[in-house]
Every structure is written in C-alpha cells, then in structure tokens.
C-alpha cells in the first residue's frame, strides 16, 4: 500500500475515533497535524472557526465543506492556520463533512476529516400584517428589487484573496440586538424570505461604525434596504448595513475598523428608523454577532 494511502486511513481512523467521543471538536491527523472547529454542530446560519496547527510548515493548505471552499490565514501563530466556514440559515440540517489537504514543505500530503453535523436554527416565525403597500410590488419595483438583488449576489460572490481584516470585530453602534435572525417572516399570509439580519434599534442620525477594515464594494439606495453600505472584508467575508439615513464612504474605498459609514435612518421598506445589520461568508447568509463571538475585538 502507498505510504500517502497508509497516511490517510491513519487519518480516517482517528476521525472515527473521535467521533466516538461527545461533541469532537478536535481530530489528530498525524505528523504533528490537528484539524479543530469552534463547534463540531453548528446551528443554522452560524460561523464556524476552523484551526489547523502543524508541526512543520506547510507549502499549500485547501478545505472544504459542503461544496464551500475554505479560505486560510495566518495570524502572530506561524503554525496554526484559520479559516471560518459559514452555514446558510437555510442550510438543512443534518451531517456534513469537512475535509482538508496539506502538502508539507517536503513536498508529502496529508489529508484529514471532520464530521460537522448542522443542527435546526429553531427560528421563530413571525406573522404580521401590514399595510398592502409593505408586501405588493408594482411591476416597476418588482423589476427594480430583481435587478437590484442580481447585483447584490454578484458582489457577494467576489472574492478578495487577501484578508482585509486586522483583529477583532465589533458591533456597528451601542444598541442591543432584536434577536430576531433567521425569524420567519409571514406578512399578510404570504410566507416571505427569513430575515438575514441583526436589527438594533436606534434614533434616526445614530452614527453607524465599521465592524472591521474592509473595502466598500458597494455604498448606495436600494429598494428594499434604503441606503446601503457592503463591506468587503476579505476571503469571502462581507457586513452589510442598511436603512441608512445617510452614507458617508464611497464604493473603492479602504476603510478602518470604528470608521463612520453613515447614520442609522428608515430608508427603504421599513417602518422605523433602526439598523439592519447582516453578514454573508462565501455566499451563506450567517449571524454578523457570531463575528464578534468568534473574533473579539
């Protein structure tokens, strides 16, 4: 049997072992490998942290979980490598495995496995019922709301290969969170799109902050969310700000962490000044407070 096939069951066989063991979080890959997640059963629309501690260095790292391609840094540590892997809040539940390839200086590979299980989000459902005006679109901002949405996914699939961020995040103004992300909304009897988002209530003109360094891949007035920022963090990871009263960045521009982005207002289809604040990671719709759990300022 070839040496790198012997490597990998070796590998195989701790990953089985460890899942004999409640909740395993850590998997010993061998030659100074361990494969850790911040939690081995995420919720849905959770973030994971990743780890990856190495004895040696490494000439090339790759991960991956459930089609979503990790993206590895390095911080102060030169043998332990990161990663945040994002599930979709409408992720469903059950197992799903998270791999990773490493190729030593020497030029030999490991591969390692984990098994994460997404757990049920629970999520409350909400119904409400509004005036015509908040659930119909006319056939104009119908159209307007698509285009828009189009542009939005477009930005959020853009990958940045360098990270942006430096340190900790932090929430984007003092105020406490609704709590109500991942709620699902049902206006009027129409079951609609779960919310994406953080709310935090705050006077009109409340100023609103940069979570972390980034890059404005977008500052403008949309239909639904009013007068938006995105940041763009960096290896796939983007905050969103909207129902601004007013924007004070430019899209192209590198903004600081604690950097003024603009005010807390009620643009867009909204019904009180408040914050709509919203993360996206390669694309899956996650919990912006995880950020500041996982990455502490």
């Not at 460890?18 to 911040?38: E, F, I, K, Q, Y």
């Not at 209530?201 to 360094?213: D, H, K, L, N």
């Not at 007013?246 to 903004?255: A, D, L």
């Amino acid at each position: 049997m070839p040496a790198h096939r012997l490597r990998w069951l070796l590998c195989f066989g701790a990953w089985l072992l460890a899942l004999g063991v409640s909740a395993a979080d850590t998997v010993p890959c061998g030659d100074g490998l361990t494969l850790r997640v911040s939690s081995p059963s995420p919720v849905q629309g959770s973030l994971v942290l990743v780890e990856v501690q190495s004895a040696a260095p490494l000439a090339q790292l790759t991960g991956e979980w459930a089609g979503q391609t990790l993206h590895f840094w390095r911080d102060a540590n030169p043998s332990t490598y990161r990663a945040l892997l994002g599930v979709d809040l409408e992720r469903a539940p059950g197992p799903a495995p998270l791999t990773f390839q490493a190729e030593l200086a020497s030029g030999e590979r490991r591969a390692c496995r984990l098994r994460a299980t997404v757990e049920d989000g629970k999520f409350a459902v909400e119904q409400l019922r509004l005036p015509p005006r908040f659930v119909e679109l006319s056939p104009a901002d119908l159209e307007r709301s698509q285009r828009e949405a189009a542009r939005l996914r477009e930005v959020f699939a853009a990958v940045t290969p360098e990270r942006l961020w430096q340190g900790g995040f932090r929430r984007p103004l003092e105020a406490e969170a609704a709590g109500n992300f991942g709620r699902r909304r049902i206006l009027n009897d129409q079951p609609r799109a779960s919310h994406s988002g953080e709310d935090y209530s705050a006077p009109a003109g409340t100023p609103v902050y940069a979570a972390q360094r980034g890059r404005v891949a977008l500052a403008d007035e949309l239909f639904f969310s009013g007068k938006t920022v995105v940041l763009d963090h960096g290896l796939g990871l983007f905050t969103f700000y909207a129902h601004l009263q007013s924007i004070t960045v430019e899209p192209g521009q590198v903004v600081e962490a604690g950097a003024l982005l603009g005010r807390v207002g009620s643009t867009g289809r909204v019904t009180a000044a408040h914050l709509h604040w919203a993360a996206r990671l390669n694309q899956a719709r996650v919990n912006p407070r995880d950020l500041v759990a996982l990455l502490p300022d």
